[in-house]
């Protein structure tokens, strides 16, 4: 299980109220700084990218995700970091940048190398398509809870 | 010994969506014996990289009249339609 090993307790929100989703990234991108797997600018640049390349997923079931990530040029060290929300904020849809999707889940990727990180990203994408494991997710109190459904995970086909 | 096909596979920083992407394009070629190669990209990269590929799969807008055929890939991270987005890449590299 690739995922649990990125993601440090202290990086995982449940039930943030946020404004927006760039309260989001900025609470998000900034403990990953606070952690040390992320440099100086991180959180600027995420905003960046995420208004010109959105990240937004609308999903198979009630809940959708956002994975805001950004060049490896800031990243000290892969890292994740996630939130699940109260209530969702709009992120623009990854393929359709017009496009509002209301976001619930939100995975940040620290990513330094991509091709060594597939397994990785992998999991995320089987997690994103398992509706069953995100209402899961999204009811989850605390961030130990969190971390118990990501291992307990299946191997996506 | 048939020709190696090549797939262009864009996101927006080539790092993360077009990984997941790359990797079930050529798990599902190798399944249909189709020889083929990924090459990740930014989606500005697209336009010039396209004069090389056989295909271009996407999980961001890129310009459509490239003479490559466009296959948006979110299907591979939602699992939405992913089998149909496969069936029809195979279908376009067989083609």
């Known amino acids: 299980m690739k995922i649990p090993e990125l993601l440090h307790p202290e990086a995982i929100f449940v039930n943030l109220d946020a404004a927006d989703s760039t309260a989001v990234i900025t609470e998000l991108g900034n403990r990953l700084l606070k952690l040390g797997a992320v440099k100086e600018g991180f959180v600027e640049a995420?905003?960046?990218?995420?208004?010109s390349m959105p990240t937004g997923l609308p999903l198979m079931g009630e809940f959708n995700a956002a994975?805001?990530?950004v060049d490896i040029e800031y990243v000290?060290?892969?890292?994740?970091?996630?939130?699940?929300?109260?209530?969702?904020v709009i992120f623009k849809n990854m393929v359709n940048p017009d496009e509002d999707v209301p976001v619930s889940l939100v995975i940040m990727l620290a990513l330094d190398q991509p091709k060594s990180q597939v397994e990785m990203l992998q999991e995320i994408a089987g997690l994103l398509q398992q509706p069953d494991v995100i209402d899961k997710l999204m009811r989850a109190d605390e961030p130990a809870q969190v971390l118990q459904i990501l291992e307990g995970l299946a191997t996506p086909t | 010994?048939?020709?190696?096909k090549v797939v262009l596979v864009a996101c927006g920083t080539a790092?993360?969506?077009?990984?997941v992407v790359a990797k079930a394009i050529e798990e599902r070629c190798k399944a249909e014996g189709i020889p083929v190669r990924t090459r990740q990209c930014k989606a500005?990269?697209?336009p010039v990289l396209a004069r090389d590929a056989d295909l271009i799969v996407t999980t961001t807008p890129v310009p459509k009249d490239l003479g490559v055929p466009v296959v948006q890939g979110l299907a591979f991270l939602t699992g939405i339609g992913k089998d149909a987005v496969l069936d029809e890449i195979v279908e376009k590299l067989r083609g």
């Open chain 2, 44 to 46: 500005a990269e697209v």
């Open chain 2, 15 to 19: 790092i993360a969506t077009s990984t």
């Open chain 1, 46 to 51: 995420t905003l960046a990218r995420e208004a």
């Open chain 1, 76 to 88: 000290n060290r892969p890292a994740l970091a996630l939130a699940t929300l109260t209530r969702p």
């Open chain 2, 1 to 4: 010994m048939a020709q190696e």
């Open chain 1, 67 to 69: 994975l805001p990530h």
